[in-house]
């Protein structure tokens, strides 16, 4: 009798582990931009390198242009665990309680892209990612997008022409402190709001990187682009603790590495999508391109530099100090890139 029983469970529980081999994991990745951006297309080819490399053992499914959630929706359903995997911009950590994420969105704090590699790859971006585990996610790569540029229905050149305009922001208090600084009136929205707030004039102007400003086709609706390279856009790729941390240890390995290897991807077409952005831009003939001087560019600075100090106890100054540091060795290298 004994054995029989016991012989039942193993056939039972066999048939449950044959069901569940048989069954892939699901890996939901939501995000907010177009496929054809950095980040949509890396989110792609992680699709793709993953479910090669674990024989179909997990499927990735990629829900882009927030078909699935806005912005701050995407957080609350991953914490939930409606879905595994985002990558939200650095900007948009706030919401969370984890400010110290909007070292990112300081004006000119990073000088180039070497800077901010060291930056996100080194003891300050280890040190971000442990925020967030208390939170139930865990932070797996940093993803590239590239400096911001300025656009509005007026030219904006100097730091007088942003008086009084209504400026679309990310949900970020530096970003607010920046827009406010140069006189706008900084309004949150989710991204995809944007482009009918712009073609309505709820708002007047707003700021991102080439490759999200002509893949949702803001430049239809904006007159002007001033190419300022103010700011920085990136990415954390972030998963439910969780669902991650309940996969077999193959698969997770397995994964991890994809990531890795998506990651090398991101960053190294970031740089061509956004040139590549600004040339159809050019060509399509809607907005007035204007370059900063090099005057102006020194002004846009001494009114946006003070934005570091008054942020030195909500990021942490000695993050702030960090990334200096870091700045100022790569210039001692000479690896400026
Ligand atoms: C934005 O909201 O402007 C960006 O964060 C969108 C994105 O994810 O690149």
Redesign the pocket.
């Known amino acids: 009798m004994k054995l029989r029983a016991v012989l039942t469970t193993i056939v039972l529980g066999m048939g449950v582990y044959a069901a569940q081999a048989s069954e892939p994991v699901i890996i939901r990745f939501s ?3 177009a496929p054809n951006t950095p ?1 949509g297309k890396a989110a792609d080819y992680f699709k793709r390198l993953a479910e090669e490399r674990t024989n179909g053992r997990v499927k990735v499914e990629v829900y882009p242009n927030s078909q699935l959630y806005k ?1 701050r929706e995407e957080m609350e359903a991953l914490q939930l665990g409606a879905v595994q995997m985002l990558a ?2 650095l ?2 950590f706030g919401p969370l309680g984890v400010r110290q994420f909007e070292l990112f969105d300081l004006p000119y704090i990073f000088p180039n892209k070497e800077t901010l590699y060291r930056v996100m790859d080194g003891d300050i971006g280890r040190r971000l990612f442990a925020l967030l585990e208390p939170k139930g996610i865990i932070g797996l790569a940093f993803w590239d ?1 590239g400096f911001k540029q300025m656009s509005a229905n007026r030219p904006l050149r100097k730091v007088e022409d942003f008086k009084g305009l209504k400026m679309r922001i ?1 949900s970020s208090k530096v970003l607010e402190a920046q827009m406010k600084a140069l006189g706008a009136n900084p309004q949150v929205m989710a ?1 995809s709001e944007v482009y009918s707030a712009l073609q309505q004039g709820v708002v007047d102007g707003t700021e ?1 990187p080439m490759s ?1 400003l002509y893949t949702q086709k803001m430049h239809e609706v904006q007159k002007h682009l001033t190419l300022s390279d103010h700011g920085y ?1 990136g ?1 954390a790729v972030i998963v439910n603790k969780k669902f991650w941390e309940g996969l077999p240890a193959d698969l997770r390995a397995t994964l991890e590495k994809a990531m890795q290897d998506a990651t090398a991807y991101e960053r190294d077409i970031a740089q061509k999508e956004n040139d590549d952005a600004l040339a159809a831009v050019r060509r399509a003939g809607t907005t007035e391109i204007h370059i900063l001087p090099n005057e102006e560019r020194r002004k846009w600075w001494q009114v946006l530099l003070p934005v570091h100090k008054e942020f030195e106890d909500k990021i942490g100054r000695d993050f702030i100090q960090a990334a200096y540091a870091v700045a100022a060795q790569v210039e001692k290298e000479g690896k400026a890139r």
Do not use: W
Request: zero cysteines; aromatic letters at 12%; a positive charge.
């Open positions: 995000h907010v931009v980040k912005d939200p911009s900007s948009k997008n990310q991204f991102n999200n856009l990415y």
